[in-house]
Every structure is written in C-alpha cells, then in structure tokens.
C-alpha cells in the first residue's frame, strides 16, 4: 500500500492567491508561494524527512507569530483594518516560503552528504 504525502496538501493553499485579482488586495498573491508543495506528493515521508519538516516548521512559526504581533500591534495603533488584513496575510505567506527555504536547504544539504 503507497503512503500519501500529506505535506503536498499545503500547495492547495496557493487557490487563495486567485483572491488578489477579485479583491485588488496584492498581498494575496503572496500565496501563491505554495505551488512547490505539491511536487511533495511523490516523496515517501520517512523519518529523516519528518525531521526536516519540524526543524523547517520552527523558524517559519517564531517568524509568523513576530510578524502577527506586530500587524496586530501596528492595527492597534493606527485602527486600520487594511493594515491587520495585509500583515496576516504577509505573516503566512512569509513563514510558508521560510519554511519552503529552510526545508529546500535542510534537503539539499542531506543529499550532498550522501552523495
């Protein structure tokens, strides 16, 4: 029986960038950065591939949750909702090509140690 990838899921969330040109937000097209994960199917997840994604996970979550608290912050201060919509939507797309980075780095790395 053939293992699913469920990390190839992630390059479902790239729909939300067809958003920017209904709602003329330009931010929204910064989810167009997870058109990678779907090459992710046809990788078999084993061990050392789910360690990959947790060492990747934790420095796009410190960044994502740095940059919400200063959109909230920012919003706060200024009580523009554009700005909060527009950092959000900065802060997820951000840790998703962090991650992506990370990951592609962490990977890259691994096979010039086997080769």
């Known amino acids: ?3 699913i990838n469920y990390f190839g899921f992630l390059g479902f969330t790239s729909i ?3 958003l920017g040109f209904y709602t003329n937000n330009k931010s929204m097209f910064l989810y167009f950065c997870f058109l990678p994960y779907f090459m992710y199917f046809k990788v078999i997840p084993d061990e050392s591939f789910k360690e ?3 060492k990747s996970a934790t420095i796009a979550y410190i960044i994502s949750f740095v940059i919400s608290c200063i959109s909230i912050g920012l919003y706060e201060i ?3 909702p554009s700005i909060a919509i527009a950092g959000l939507n900065f ?3 951000i840790s998703g090509i962090l991650f992506l980075i990370k990951f592609l780095a962490i990977e890259s790395k691994e096979k010039k ?3």
Do not use: A, C, P
Request: charged share 20%; aromatic share 12%; net charge positive.
């Open 16 to 18: 939300l960038g067809l």
């Open 91 to 93: 802060s997820f797309s």
């Open 1 to 3: 029986m053939k293992k």
């Open 113 to 115: 140690g086997l080769e």
């Open 52 to 54: 990959n994604v947790r």
């Open 78 to 80: 200024y009580n523009n």
